[in-house]
């Protein structure tokens, strides 16, 4: 492993991150221009109004709510804003909590008594609506389970036992918020009718392959009488995490953003498409982007997440694989772009081709760990974990396969460039 190469990966992780920026998706996308706001060429006029009121729910929940009062701070009448536990920023907190703002914070990814009390929260805050009344919600990843209000006869000891069997199940978010949003009065569009005869409007952040409004959030504000504006998503942090590479000198392709399937196969098979790849004779690498979002059923008793254990299973095809020559020059970078990969305070990983063979060296064997779901604990003596902290976004998952050209001309030429990043 390279220096250079390293950089480059968190370079490029970086432009992704910034992308999926919460604030600046909804100044992209909605803008103030006097009694009117508009969004994305339509214009909602705020002089129809007797009051606003916000519901943000979501890890993106604190940062859009904030961006949402700095256009709307002289009409709201009330906020409700719920997000992850350690979620929020110590400034959002206080600039929100200045305003008189509910702020709660709930369990990801199975729901809390706090996720009920958000449930209730919302409910009370809807009360009342009436045509005069605009409900604008901002929705982004999580909000499945960090807002819960379950049918009746249905308790929350019952959909956190559903939850957790889901995610050991090795189910997909579309199969795991088609189950979720059964069992609650807010999904599939509830929230919506329950604000009726309000006009509601969804700022959605995806984190959901296609961004079908069915299954972002459980579907809070998929309803016809809504009117939803979709701010951000996976695509637009990878095609930024390809300018980025591309400015490098790499020659960058966004190979998908609808990868699903095994945490395990894609990084076989990421790493199989990164040594096959080729790479112009001017470039001074080749740099291979996947968006979307893979699945791991567990059936070990280690620590781990999907990007995880997608990055450990690369690691070991690049140790059986790569060419001696280039092994210094391969790696894969795999990350939530939330910054918590499963139950990990991990955003994911790095794998490069040497990975294996440092870790053997400490008494590691890889394929023990895969098979125990132990990705944490294999790469964190490594020095390889991707930890961020909590991003306040979520566009779901971003992997980087990068390799560079081998040449000391090219990690020169590759220093400058980094140093010119932001």
Not at 80 to 90: D, G, N, Q, W
Not at 230 to 259: D, F, H, I, M
Request: aromatic fraction near 2%.
């Amino acid at each position: 492993m390279s220096i250079e190469l390293r950089a480059a990966l968190e370079a490029i992780i970086g432009a992704a991150l910034r992308a999926a920026d919460p604030a600046e998706a909804i100044r992209r996308h909605v803008r103030r221009d006097g009694e009117s706001l508009v969004m994305d060429g339509v214009t909602c006029d705020l002089r129809a109004f007797d009051d606003a009121r916000l519901i943000a729910v979501g890890k993106a929940s604190a940062p859009m709510a904030a961006e949402v009062v700095r256009l709307l701070d002289d009409h709201l009448s009330c906020a409700v804003i719920v997000t992850k536990h350690e979620h929020l920023s110590p400034d959002l907190r206080a600039k929100l909590t200045r305003r008189g703002f509910t702020l709660i914070e709930a369990g990801h990814p199975v729901p809390d008594e706090h996720s009920l009390r958000a449930g209730r929260a919302v409910r009370a805050a809807l009360r009342g609506c009436t045509a005069q009344t605009l409900v604008i919600v901002c929705v982004s990843g999580g909000a499945s389970a960090l807002l819960v209000a379950p049918h009746a006869g249905i308790s929350l000891n019952a959909m956190r036992a559903i939850n957790d069997a889901l995610l050991r199940s090795g189910a997909d978010i579309y199969e795991m918020n088609a189950v979720r949003a059964r069992l609650d009065r807010l999904k599939r569009g509830g929230l919506v009718r329950l604000a009726q005869p309000a006009t509601v409007i969804g700022l959605i952040l995806s984190d959901v392959i296609g961004d079908p409004l069915d299954v972002i959030a459980g579907g809070l504000t998929n309803d016809p009488q809504a009117h939803n504006v979709l701010v951000g998503n996976n695509a637009q942090a990878c095609q930024s995490a390809a300018q980025a590479a591309e400015r490098l000198g790499l020659a960058a392709r966004v190979v998908t953003t609808t990868l699903r399937g095994k945490a395990r196969e894609a990084g076989v098979q990421i790493a199989r498409a990164l040594l096959d790849a080729d790479a112009p004779p001017t470039a001074h690498g080749v740099c291979l982007i996947y968006g979307g979002e893979t699945t791991v059923t567990v059936r070990g008793n280690g620590k781990g997440g999907r990007n995880q254990e997608l990055a450990l299973a690369a690691a070991m095809e690049l140790d059986a694989q790569a060419d001696p020559r280039t092994r210094p020059c391969v790696g894969i970078a795999a990350l939530g772009t939330d910054g918590t990969d499963g139950p990990t305070d991990a955003a994911g990983a790095m794998a490069f081709a040497d990975t294996v063979r440092r870790a053997r060296e400490r008494g590691l064997e890889a394929l023990d760990y895969l098979e125990r779901n132990d990705s944490y604990h294999f790469f964190a003596p490594l020095g390889e974990l991707i930890m961020t902290g909590p991003t306040g976004t979520n566009v779901a998952d971003v992997i980087i396969a990068l390799r560079l050209s081998d040449a000391t001309a090219t990690q020169s030429t590759m220093r400058h460039r980094l140093e010119s990043l932001p």
